[in-house]
């Protein structure tokens, strides 16, 4: 059986719909954002599948109001596609996904056994997303933890992986220099780490 791996995406949140509204209304689109927004920008996670191979099944399901993400919302979605994970599951979280399955798997027990968790650049935030105080609870879920970031990030500050690290004592951590937000076509060193899993 092929090993399922669980990829939840990035997104943004904010405090109240007039702050949404004026995002949008402040948000400058520039010709390199252009091409994104209109033609669709693709990122390593957008390939993943083609890249590990027929011994992995990569979920990477769409989360709801991405621009403007609600953690309730986000919640609901995602315990659709319990029904369709098998075994043990290997989660990836981006960004927000990170703060979002870090969160979730701090309040919930997962359906099925979890072999690894991967948060990469997750942030830690306020909001409808805010952290519960311990994060013990994720620790006594799965086997691994992987705390992926870039010091050259420019969008979630790198102290917050160390901010993780001080809440998830057992996970290790994984610092590039230059990787930025992680949304590149391309991450092999991801994929081989994937790959090379015990």
């Not at 520039?30 to 091409?35: G, I, L, N, Q, R």
């Not at 948060?119 to 952290?131: I, S, V």
């Not at 979630?156 to 930025?180: H, T």
């Amino acid at each position: 059986m092929p090993q399922q791996i669980l990829v939840i995406h990035g997104g943004d949140s904010f405090d109240t719909y007039e702050d949404y509204l004026n995002f949008l209304k402040s948000y400058e689109i520039t010709p390199d954002k252009f091409d994104k927004h209109v033609k669709g920008g693709k990122r390593w996670k957008d390939g993943l599948q083609e890249k590990l191979g027929d011994k992995f099944d990569v979920l990477l399901p769409l989360m709801p109001c991405a621009n403007n993400a609600r953690y309730v919302e986000w919640k609901i979605w995602l315990e659709k596609f319990f029904p369709f994970l098998k075994g043990e599951v290997i989660l990836i979280g981006h960004s927000l996904g990170g703060l979002f399955l870090a969160k979730y798997l701090s309040e919930n027990d997962f359906p099925v056994s979890i072999k690894t968790v991967f948060l990469l650049a997750a942030p830690m935030m306020e909001g409808n997303f805010k952290l519960p105080e311990s994060l013990e609870k994720i620790e006594q879920q799965t086997k691994k933890i992987y705390l992926y970031h870039s010091e050259n990030d420019p969008v979630v500050p790198f102290a917050d992986v160390e901010k993780y690290a001080a809440k998830l004592p057992s996970a290790e951590k994984v610092i590039f220099e230059d990787k930025g937000h992680f949304i590149d076509e391309e991450f092999p060193e991801f994929v081989e780490k994937l790959k090379n899993l015990k």
